[in-house]
């Protein structure tokens, strides 16, 4: 097993020279996000994802969750104890609300922890990260009295949220949920249902759970339009604060599952026993379009557990394929001998593909969490419009086209293994296991795609996405005409791939309309070549801030030279092919619905 080490270096170039923390940090509000700070905290999540967390994550596989027969759960060894080591150190109020207690840092702060938590322990990080989405819709929908009873022990993460969504019949689809909340006519609910699949929904780490659940009230709308949002703590809290009744929702099992396996995924009955106590976030029927709101940060987040994940399996690679021995690599004077497989040809081209993509991903998304920020805190209305469009955009595409990436980062880790990558002691096997889950939750890749392609592209007429694209478009011509020309062929294939992209939004639009089924067909491949071309764009800034570095002698020349080289083989080996996905997307789509189902 190699250790985790945080990449400070790559994370803090990321955060100041492309999402410009420098400006997010004179935001009001945001002022405490000084450099000296922002480092003090970086340095202190790293030591705690490589001393507590790191070390639990294989053993958290191994031992896994496990429910008790009376109805807990028991967390992994060492879990419990890491969490209260979590929220003493005040890492769970992070970037919450300073009238609740936390510390209200930005985004792209919270973000660079963020990572190192997904990349050390996946399955400890989604504990705190779903409680991030049940503080959010109580931060921004709940009422005062909601507010002051649930959010402090939340922000301090004494009690934990989870979002209760999903039912067996009520997927991607969450029309179909069938919960129902009757009023008892003093202002509170009587729930009762089944949710599955909830993520802590049970577990050992604090005294509370707050739920947060999606169901019906009797007059309710059928449809997206009849969906209402509840409060529904496992213990009722009493009016001084201290912890009342049993509520009557209770774990009735949890899930077998590929990966994760520390994570508790609950089974969660409403109600069997008289009813569950709940309270209304907000206004009736208006839940599902809480829910969306933050599911913006919930999927956003999930983006950044493809970087954290694929991060450690890069890592992982490289300190494998520096110690294996195995064959003379070919073309080296120096190999007389069998030497390390870091020396062959196509270890290196696994290698700086898993590194590549990393990058690209994690520029993406701190770039993405920067316009979060101006989006929240700019003075200027029209700016903090524009950023929020950016954002909007870029989600699922943080979302989707990393979580998929970061499937081919995994298995390329396993490859780079040989047969030990196969076998869990190396460890390799199980984030590829741990990887497999994030194109599902929190929607779908195809989901994810449908969003890319309907809300944020055709909805303004592709407005927002021929402005992003023609912004890729000046870096491709500031790079293709640099005096440094190991940046030109970026800035070639990087213009070629714009072109491809602005070609597939110019089909896209008015198919949306008019050929509903064939652009829903071209969907994903949609997705992907906007992550392929907008991390190019990202890799290309990069390059540009290395290159200028380089020319005023400024900063580490290897660290600048490795910048350039990665988005050099970003630009020639990962986006030539993105250029044949425009094709897929406007060609494609007879063949994909050629069939009828019943000829599957
Ligand atoms: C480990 C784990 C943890 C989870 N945690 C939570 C949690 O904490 N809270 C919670 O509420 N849920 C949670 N979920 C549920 C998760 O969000 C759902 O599994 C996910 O949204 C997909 O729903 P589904 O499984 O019903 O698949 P389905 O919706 O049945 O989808 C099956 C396939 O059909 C495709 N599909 C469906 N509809 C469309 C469409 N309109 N267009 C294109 N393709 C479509 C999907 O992309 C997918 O490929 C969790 C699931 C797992 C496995």
């Keep these: ?81 890491a969490y209260r080591q979590y929220i003493e150190n005040g890492w769970n109020g992070l970037t919450k609300p300073a009238e609740f207690g936390g510390q209200g840092l930005p985004q792209l702060v919270g973000t660079g922890v963020e990572e190192m938590w997904h990349s050390s322990n996946l399955a400890f990080d989604l504990c705190p990260l779903l409680t991030q989405g049940a503080i959010e819709a109580i931060h921004l929908r709940g009422s005062p009295e909601l507010q002051q009873r649930y959010l402090p022990k939340m922000v301090e993460g004494v009690w934990t949220g989870t979002m209760n969504l999903t039912e067996p019949q009520a997927g991607s689809d969450l029309a179909a949920v069938r919960t129902r909340a009757v009023p008892q006519g003093d202002g509170t609910y009587k729930l009762y249902g089944q949710k599955i699949f909830i993520t802590f929904g049970e577990h050992d780490y604090t005294d509370n759970i707050i739920h947060l659940v999606l169901a019906r009230t009797p007059t309710a709308p059928e449809g997206v339009k009849g969906i209402s949002l509840f409060v529904v703590p496992k213990y009722l809290v009493k009016d001084d604060g201290t912890l009342g009744a049993r509520n009557d929702v209770h774990c009735v099992s949890i899930e077998h599952k590929l990966g994760i396996h520390a994570s508790p995924t609950a089974v969660l009955a409403y109600g069997d026993k008289g009813g569950a106590v709940g309270y209304l976030v907000g206004e009736e029927n208006r839940g599902l379009e809480y829910m969306f709101i933050m599911m913006n940060l919930a999927r956003f987040s999930v983006g950044m557990e493809a970087v954290g994940v694929s991060e450690r399996a890069y890592q992982h690679a490289v300190a494998y394929a520096r110690e294996r021995v195995q064959g003379k690599a070919v073309g080296l004077d120096k190999a007389t001998n069998a030497g390390p497989i870091i020396d062959h040809p196509d270890i290196r081209r696994m290698l700086m593909t898993m590194r590549a993509y990393t990058e690209a991903m994690r520029a993406l998304a701190y770039v993405t969490a920067a316009a979060l920020d101006n989006a929240r805190a700019h003075p200027d209305p029209e700016a903090r419009k524009r950023h929020q469009a950016f954002a909007d955009l870029m989600i699922p595409i ?39 889950i994030i194109t599902i939750y929190e929607g779908t890749t195809g989901i994810q795609a449908n969003d890319l392609l309907g809300r944020k592209t055709a909805r303004d007429g592709g407005a927002t996405a021929r402005v992003v694209a023609a912004e890729i ?49 071209g969907a994903v491949p949609y997705l992907k070549l906007w992550g392929l071309a907008a991390g190019g764009w990202q890799l290309g800034r990069a390059a540009l801030v290395a290159a200028d570095k380089l020319a005023k002698d400024e900063g580490d020349a290897s660290f600048m030279h490795a910048k350039i080289a990665t988005a050099q083989f970003y630009a020639e080996c990962l986006l030539p092919p993105a250029e044949g996905l425009a094709r897929a997307i406007t060609d494609g789509g007879e063949s994909v619905l050629a069939l009828t189902a019943d000829q599957f």
């Design 473 to 521: 478009d000046k870096v491709a011509a500031r790079l293709a005409s640099h005096a440094n020309p190991a940046l030109r062929p970026i800035g070639l294939r990087l213009a070629a791939v714009t072109a491809a992209l602005q070609s597939a939004i110019d089909w896209m639009v008015p198919a949306f309309g008019q050929e509903v089924r064939a652009a829903h067909a």
């Design 398 to 436: 943080v979302k989707g086209w990393s979580t998929e990436t970061a499937q081919e980062v995994a298995y390329l880790g396993i490859q780079v293994h040989g047969g030990m990558g196969f076998i869990e002691e190396t460890g390799a096997a199980q984030y590829y296991r741990d990887a497999r």
């Design 1 to 81: 097993m190699s250790t985790y080490r945080a990449p400070l270096s790559e994370i803090l170039f990321v955060m100041n020279e492309l999402a410009g923390l420098e400006q997010v940090a004179k935001l009001p509000g945001f002022e405490e996000a000084t450099p000296d700070t922002v480092a003090a905290i970086l340095d202190e999540a790293a030591k705690f994802a490589t001393n507590v967390l790191d070390p639990l994550n294989q053993t958290g596989d191994k031992e896994g969750s496990k429910l008790l027969p009376d109805g807990t759960v028991k967390t992994p060894t060492g879990f419990k104890d």
